[in-house]
């Protein structure tokens, strides 16, 4: 008996994918915003969809952050299921007031009369040389702000199943995609960005963290690509006798606090790794969440690692001195275990 292939996406087509199952279930599902037509999106995740639904459900709009956000915010509020892209994360500056005074209060100002079932898309991280202004992550920035779901799927087959449940949720979701885990020709090709995708439609919760290493030792809690570069660091750190588990966050808001505390409960020794500044982040907040929780549990203080309050260098080897690495993960971790 034959086994059956093994379909392989990218997860720039596992995006564009999603969108185009629910475009096809849901007619009130459209796109909208820059070079996200016949271009298919500059990290490729509306490839293919101008050519399949049309202008009229597809629409390339100027460089008006402002007016497409708000667009979006007043189709969804008439039970239209927009999805908007905001080409870089960093370009937020330009609307936050769409994003933060309508898109996340408007349903609580309402008494929830008013619905928003919108999913605002946007691309972040760095570590290609694209400069301070389009190269961060702002995980913390966005899932401090009460009012919308912050998700950050680190796979293809999550970056598909999390992107629909996006889509059908009633509530406003600001979905963030990796640039290097879009599995693009012109950036490095990493062995994260493809997998197995089935190709009809399936759902993965937005409010539910990932284990996908277990481990006895210490726990380290990461996102997107901290998760890859975590798991790195803990095979290597299991050649020698240490085994991490490994937490994929998957969703900053709301955070999965049950399964982080679990692991520490198991392994009693926490690290956390994060992309985005490393004060006021997401790294202070898993640890905050430990400490309140579990503090008794731990045999040694917690760990972090993130970017160390600057800007993304442009600069290749500042760059790669800024973002955390799998190296850096392996050496912190291997003191942490060491010192309890």
């Known amino acids: 008996m034959e086994t059956a292939k093994k379909r392989i996406l990218t997860g720039n087509k596992a995006m564009a994918e999603a969108i185009a199952l629910e475009m096809e279930r849901d007619p009130n599902v459209f796109v909208l915003g820059e070079d996200i037509g016949n271009y298919g999106g500059i990290f490729g995740s509306t490839q293919g969809l101008i050519e399949k639904y049309g202008s009229q459900r597809v629409l390339d709009t100027p460089i008006s ?42 349903p609580y100002m309402s008494g929830g009369n008013v619905r928003l079932p919108m999913v605002l898309m946007t691309a972040v991280g760095g570590g290609y040389n694209d400069a301070a202004q389009h190269s961060q992550t702002l995980y913390a920035t966005f899932g401090h702000m009460p009012g919308m779901k912050v998700v950050a799927p680190s796979t293809p087959y999550d970056l598909k199943g999390m992107m629909i449940s996006a889509i059908r949720d009633d509530n406003p979701v600001l979905f963030m995609f990796h640039k290097s885990l879009q599995g693009l020709g012109w950036m490095e090709q990493l062995e994260a960005s493809a997998e197995h995708v089935p190709e009809e439609a399936y759902t993965v919760p937005l409010d539910k963290a990932k284990i996908v290493r277990e481990g006895t030792d210490v ?122």
Not at 84 to 90: I, P, T
Not at 224 to 252: C, F, N, P, W
Not at 314 to 333: C, G, T, W
């Open 219 to 340: 726990t380290i809690v990461g996102v997107q690509m901290m998760t890859h570069y975590a798991v790195e660091a803990a095979e290597r750190l299991a050649k020698e006798g240490i085994e991490a588990e490994v937490i994929d966050l998957r969703s900053i808001a709301p955070i999965d606090k049950d399964t982080i505390i679990q692991s520490v409960k198991k392994t009693h020794r926490l690290f956390v790794v994060d992309e985005d500044y490393k004060s006021y982040g997401m790294t202070a907040e898993v640890t905050a969440i430990v400490a309140e929780e579990v503090f008794y549990d731990l045999e040694a203080p917690p760990r972090r690692l993130a970017n160390p309050d600057v800007p993304v260098p442009y600069s290749r080897p500042l760059e790669d001195f800024v973002i955390p690495s799998a190296e850096k993960i392996y050496e912190q971790v291997k003191e942490l275990v060491n010192e309890g």
């Open 65 to 106: 952050e402002t007016a497409f956000i708000g667009a979006a915010i007043g189709a969804a509020a008439e039970g239209m299921r927009p999805i908007a892209e905001l080409m870089f994360v960093d370009f937020f500056g330009v609307c936050m007031d769409q994003i933060y005074n309508h898109m996340a209060k408007i």
